[in-house]
């Protein structure tokens, strides 16, 4: 092939989210070579690149075929299902590539496998990036956060290209050089347990306005367009003001009434609590959101426990629970809470991105994170700006708590969150993510704690010691024989 005729770049994988991005690519000016296992996918994406604007989109029928029809270096970008059949495209194309070409892994993949495949590649003198892609179908053809992390020169390679395909911000495009190894994949996985968080406390927010207040569909609708125009501005918000306005096409009212109650998942909030063990780093928020994904997920246990429990005498507190409220100051309560109950959900994330990156050395840049976290991705909010600020006063910033911003924020707000917690407390109704972030707030201010009654137990059982806060040394002593002694 003539040097003028190849792509400037590859992508193989076109599910929607791969289609959605090859075209944004192509958009952009870049000419983009496809290749997909079913062709008739890349019939597909060709067909769309034809309607949506004659986009330079090239369709390639064999790995080879794909390898050789991208100008040196390559740069390939493979979006399919995360594990083995990454693995398997890899070596489908490594055979036609040459050093200095480069994988780009646009997948929510395990940043172990892509340390792994880095390794691998090096092998072969190929470069490898592993680069979290957020921003769900939408995001992909119009300007997703791109979180890329591995090798810097296949990074610097496409820059030019990443930088005109993310979202753009007033602060610039929503992409930068995340750091090596799997630092990319890692970011994009704490993205994502950010999120689970995010849902679960508007999910909560619903559930209070809605069985405590007695709002509408209508109502809440109106309410969350309205959050959305203050700090609570962000994608999230503004789709659940959208989905209480869709009615139900099969029948009467809003069709948000008749989804079953079961949420599912695909790992990644998973992934981000095992780390948060693993690393010895609180994340009660993002791991309560995992935890009613389960009990979600558990829909006959619960309608049987419900049924159960009544008959064992258990009155239902929610249906009276409207009764005598204030339904204006609710409402405020409730945006204040969410908006608490946020910052921690934040804190415990933005937490576990610095101790993975002190223990890998990675030198994260945590206020340049909010900031790519701005535009197109799911987690995309107004709040993320001061994030950003936050972190540029101070870079070695422990707690988004203690920002003196954040710090204020969460004062004047806490009187509102407790009042949101105990009535939804007392009306039976549970708020995990709220009631996690507020013990984590009332946890982490206190500059005691009664933990020193469970070093104690722990050194009466098993000899562990302990130290004390008068004098330093690590101590034993034996509780039990003392105990009776002096009894």
């Keep these: 092939m003539e040097s003028a ?36 996918k890349v019939d597909e994406t060709l067909d769309r690149a034809a309607v949506e604007g004659n986009l330079p989109v090239s369709g390639q029928y064999s790995p080879r075929d794909f390898v050789l029809s991208i100008q040196r270096p390559r740069s390939l970008i493979i979006l399919v299902k995360a594990g083995a059949p990454v693995d398997q495209t890899i070596d489908a194309f490594s055979e036609y590539m040459e050093p200095g070409d480069c994988i780009i892994d646009g997948g929510n993949e395990w940043y172990q496998n892509t340390e792994r495949r880095i390794s691998e590649a090096e092998k072969k003198g190929l470069l490898y990036l592993g680069m979290g892609v957020s921003g769900g179908e939408e995001g992909a053809r119009n300007g997703p956060s791109l979180m890329p992390g591995g090798s810097f020169q296949a990074y610097d390679n496409i820059k030019d290209i990443l930088g005109k395909v993310a979202a753009q911000v007033e602060d610039g495009p929503c992409v930068t050089y995340i750091g090596e190894g799997g630092s990319g994949n890692f970011v994009k996985m704490v993205h994502n347990g950010i999120e689970y968080g995010d849902m679960q406390l508007i999910s909560e927010a619903y559930d209070v306005l809605k069985n405590v207040g007695g709002l509408s569909n209508e109502e809440l609708a109106e309410i969350f367009t309205e959050w959305n125009r ?5 994608f999230l918000v503004e789709i659940t003001s959208d989905i209480f306005r869709v009615k139900d096409e099969f029948g009467d009212g809003e069709l948000v009434d008749k989804i079953l109650d079961k949420t599912g998942m695909k790992g990644t909030g998973k992934w981000t609590v095992q780390q948060a063990a693993e690393l010895s780093v609180a ?83 945590f206020g340049e994170l909010a900031r790519i976290w701005k535009g197109g991705c799911i987690i995309r909010a107004v709040f993320l700006d001061r994030i950003k600020k936050a972190y540029q006063r101070n870079p070695d910033l422990a707690s988004l708590v203690v920002d003196p911003d954040f710090a204020k924020g969460m004062v004047q707000r806490q009187a509102a969150w407790r009042r949101v917690v105990g009535l939804a407390v007392s009306a039976g109704i549970s708020t995990p993510g709220m009631c996690a972030s507020l013990a984590y707030f009332d946890t982490y201010r206190r500059a005691r704690l009664p933990a020193n009654l469970v070093q104690a137990q722990r050194d009466l059982f098993g000899a562990h010691t302990y130290e004390r806060t008068d004098r330093p040394g690590a101590y034993h002593t034996e509780w039990t024989k003392l105990a009776r002694k002096n009894n």
Excluded at 14 to 31: C, D, S, T
Excluded at 230 to 234: D, F, N, P, Q, T
């Design 5 to 40: 005729a190849l792509s400037r770049i590859g992508l193989a994988g076109l599910a929607v989210m791969g289609q959605n991005l090859a075209l944004n690519i192509a958009e952009k000016g870049f000419p983009i070579s496809v290749y997909n296992r079913t062709t008739s």
């Design 230 to 234: 203050g700090e609570l501005e962000s």
């Design 283 to 365: 994340a009660p928020t993002i791991a309560a959101s995992l935890d009613c994904r389960y009990l979600s997920g558990l829909k006959d246990e619960r309608e049987n426990a419900a049924k159960v429990l009544k008959e064992a005498g258990l009155k239902e507190e929610i249906g009276s629970a409207s009764s005598g409220i204030d339904k204006k100051r609710l409402v405020d309560d409730v945006r204040q809470a969410l908006y608490a109950s946020k910052i921690c959900s934040y804190a415990q994330g933005m937490n576990l991105l610095r101790a993975k990156s002190s223990e890998k050395g990675w030198n994260l840049n």
